[in-house]
Nanobody
Framework: QVQLVESGGKLVQAGDSLRLACSAS????????MGWFRQAPGKERGFVAS????????NYADSVRGRFTISRDNAKSTVYLEMNSLKPEDSAVYYC??????????????????WGQGTQVTVSS
């Protein structure tokens, strides 16, 4: 059974940086793209970033491109989301997800079959 556990979320000030981590187990991590999604109160869960199995190809939402960086360490079965220049509108629960297909690279929720429990990021102005 796939388990994804996020960590690193907390309350920060606007302009601060924060790194989220997601530790995976129960899958051959190095075969699967990983993604980050977020959901703010009253809004649908939305795509943030995804990274292919090799770590060489990434996709980003327009709202975070240039500020957020997704990376992975296959030896540690961990994916990271480095968030810089945080804004209040980045406040949300951030979810880590594993792609359904080996060697794929999706950006839609339906492309991902396993999800973590989420970690709260709050950015105060």
């Amino acid at each position: 059974q796939v388990q994804l556990v996020e960590s690193g979320g907390k309350l920060v000030q606007a302009g601060d940086s924060l790194r989220l981590a997601c530790s995976a187990s129960g899958l051959t991590f190095s075969r699967y793209a990983m993604g980050w999604f977020r959901q703010a109160p009253g809004k649908e869960r939305g795509f943030v970033a995804s990274l292919d199995w090799s770590g060489r190809r990434a996709n980003y939402a327009d709202s975070v491109r240039g500020r957020f960086t997704i990376s992975r360490d296959n030896a540690k079965s961990t994916v990271y989301l480095e968030m810089n220049s945080l804004k209040p509108e980045d406040s949300a629960v951030y979810y880590c997800a594993a792609e359904v297909r080996a060697y794929g690279l999706g950006t839609r929720s339906i492309d991902f079959g396993s999800w973590g429990q989420g970690t709260q990021v709050t950015v105060s102005s």
